[in-house]
């Protein structure tokens, strides 16, 4: 998601955050409640990482330098890491990574490439559900469901649920066709309208149209039970 004014997204956290606290409770237990944002760091920090790294990585392979040069075509989460959005990731369950500027005049064939940067960010967030969707058999395996239900044990299992669950809810956020999303610019290269003034009137109301999708709980709708179904599908083929 590419943020077009800070002070904006600032209050978007914080509605979303006192929402969903006032809804849930969230901090009748503050320690609790603490505890699990720990648990939850690592699965956000390596979703957010992972998924621009991706975008670099694709724009990189295909001839474009700009990611490069901008040192964003590396695993080190502090050049792919936005703090507003991580801080939404981490109250709210929406959150974005700083996003990865490319120049699309540098690919050899710009339509078809500019589709593959924006596939590759979702493309990798579903990869790592899958390869962690191993680890957590083979650590249920190795460990053994009695050493689960203990403490650190249970920590280490919830850690890698969250990274499960986060890179499969950033997949399908990152894939509603709401400008600045990867969804929107997918659907814009298949349809073909990137160079129509119709692509620039969506896109200067697309940061609108998202807060409103999240404040109304529609974004919610198409998230949650997508990320239930394809979270249920790979622990019930893998783990079980």
Known sequence: MRRNNIDFTLIIIVLLLLGRSL????????????????????AIVIGLTFHEFAHAFMADRLGDQTPRLQGRVTLNPLAHIDWIGLVALFFAGFGWGKPVQIDPYQFH?????????????????????????????????VAGAGWISSGFGESIWLMI?????????????????????????ILAQIVN????????????????????????????????????FLFNLLTGLIIY
Not at 111 to 121: Q, T
Request: aromatic residues 14%.
């Open 193 to 228: 309208i990137r160079e129509t003034e119709t692509y620039w009137k969506i896109y200067q109301y697309g940061n609108w149209i998202l807060v409103a999708l999240i404040l109304f709980g529609v974004a919610g709708l198409i998230i949650r039970p997508c990320v239930s």
């Open 109 to 141: 064939h710009r339509r078809r490439d500019e589709i593959l940067v924006s596939v590759a960010g979702v493309a990798m967030n579903f990869l790592l559900a899958i390869v962690f969707t191993f680890v957590a058999k083979g650590f249920l395996t």
């Open 161 to 185: 649920i969250y990274i499960i669950q986060i890179n499969l809810v950033l997949m399908i956020f990152n894939l509603i066709p709401v400008p600045p999303l990867d969804g929107f610019n």
């Open 23 to 42: 809804r849930s409770g969230g901090f009748s237990s503050p320690s609790e409640w603490l505890m699990d944002k720990i648990i939850l760091v690592p």
